[in-house]
Structure formats: structure tokens, C-alpha cells
């Protein structure tokens, strides 16, 4: 499995960025895929996720209602969506397929920076 991910760069605080990953390499077809992000100096943490069989969604507080994560099946191509950025939003934002009986992670993508500014 190869993931790409991309889409990452600058925004002003209330600004909007989106991720993209595009996976190959199998079929997703009772796979999962999520985003997680490392900031400076902190533990990495789960973003948002999405089932690829029913598109099932899942965030982390922190984002609900700014971040969206939606999936172009035709594509094999996962979105993250950034809405309403704010500067604690700043990291490295890295996509990863699971298994969706376990989300345990097994598939990992390089990393794209998002760096947001007030």
C-alpha cells in the first residue's frame, strides 16, 4: 500500500486548507482511512477518519464542525477538508489505512505541513 499525501502549505487563522491522499496498491474495500497531525514538541494525534465501505465519519473534538473528510472511491482518494483554521491547527498532517474491524493503523503516508498563522 503507497499513500501520497498532499494539499498542505500556509493560511491565515480563518482561512481554509485542503489535504488530499491518494492510496494504491489494494482494494479498500473494508478499510479505513484517517488523518493525524504532530505538532512541534507533541504527541501525534488522530484528526478524522473515514470507513471506505458506507463513508462512516469520525473526528476529534477539536475539529468537529471545521474539518470535513469525504472520499472519491473512483479516485482511491481521501480529503480533509480544513474550514475555520486556527493557529493551534499548525502541524504535520500524515493520512493512514486500517483495517476498519481494528483502526489499527498499519499503512502510513509521508507527512504534509499546514502551517496556519493569526
Known amino acids: 500500500v503507497q499513500l501520497q499525501a498532499s494539499g498542505g502549505g500556509s493560511a491565515q487563522?480563518?482561512?481554509?486548507?485542503?489535504?488530499?491522499?491518494?492510496?494504491?496498491?489494494?482494494?479498500?474495500?473494508?478499510?479505513?482511512?484517517?488523518?493525524?497531525?504532530?505538532?512541534?514538541?507533541?504527541?501525534?494525534?488522530?484528526?478524522?477518519?473515514?470507513r471506505w465501505t458506507g463513508g462512516n465519519t469520525y473526528f476529534a473534538d477539536s475539529?468537529?464542525?471545521?474539518?470535513?473528510i469525504s472520499r472519491d472511491n473512483a479516485k482511491n482518494t481521501v480529503y480533509?477538508?480544513?474550514n475555520s483554521l486556527k493557529p493551534e491547527d499548525t502541524a504535520v498532517y500524515s493520512c493512514a489505512v486500517a483495517h476498519d474491524s481494528s483502526w489499527s493503523?498499519?499503512?502510513?503516508?509521508?507527512?504534509?505541513?499546514?502551517t496556519v498563522s493569526s
Open 13 to 50: 487563522a480563518g482561512g481554509s486548507l485542503r489535504l488530499s491522499c491518494a492510496a494504491s496498491g489494494r482494494t479498500f474495500s473494508g478499510y479505513g482511512m484517517g488523518w493525524f497531525r504532530q505538532a512541534p514538541g507533541k504527541e501525534r494525534e488522530f484528526v478524522a477518519a473515514i
Open 63 to 68: 475539529v468537529k464542525g471545521r474539518f470535513t
Open 80 to 82: 480533509l477538508q480544513m
Open 105 to 114: 493503523y498499519d499503512y502510513w503516508g509521508q507527512g504534509t505541513q499546514v
